[in-house]
Nanobody, 124 residues
Framework: QVQLVESGGGLVQAGGSLRLSCAAS????????MGWFRRTPGKEREFVAA????????YYADAVKGRFTISRDNAKNTVYLQMNSLKPEDTAAYYC?????????????????WGQGTQVTVSS
């Protein structure tokens, strides 16, 4: 089973950018679709973005569409989340996750493996 480790979180001013990385180890990375989710205290974890095994198809939550970009490099076993034009409401712990299936990619229920999370804080 793949193991996931996120990095790249931090403190940034509103309007700024961050790039999150999620490094995978273990079984073949390219056999997994990948996703990013986020959670703020007192709220349920919410879908942010997802990408297919080859990287050819991407999905975004409406709240981040046009500002965030998900990508992957299967040669480096890494998935990325480029976050631009950050807003205070983007403040959350961000988690990457791996899934074996290809349907319902916006649902956390279909993801088999999760990273430990990385905190993103956007100041106003």
């Amino acid at each position: 089973q793949v193991q996931l480790v996120e990095s790249g979180g931090g403190l940034v001013q509103a309007g700024g950018s961050l790039r999150l990385s999620c490094a995978a180890s273990g079984r073949t990375f390219s056999s997994y679709g990948m996703g990013w989710f986020r959670r703020t205290p007192g709220k349920e974890r919410e879908f942010v973005a997802a990408i297919s095994r080859t990287g050819g198809t991407t999905y975004y939550a409406d709240a981040v569409k046009g500002r965030f970009t998900i990508s992957r490099d299967n040669a480096k076993n890494t998935v990325y989340l480029q976050m631009n034009s950050l807003k205070p409401e983007d403040t959350a712990a961000y988690y990457c996750a791996a899934r074996s299936g290809v349907i319902q990619v916006r649902s956390e229920q279909v993801y088999d493996v999760w990273g430990q999370g990385t905190q993103v804080t956007v100041s106003s």
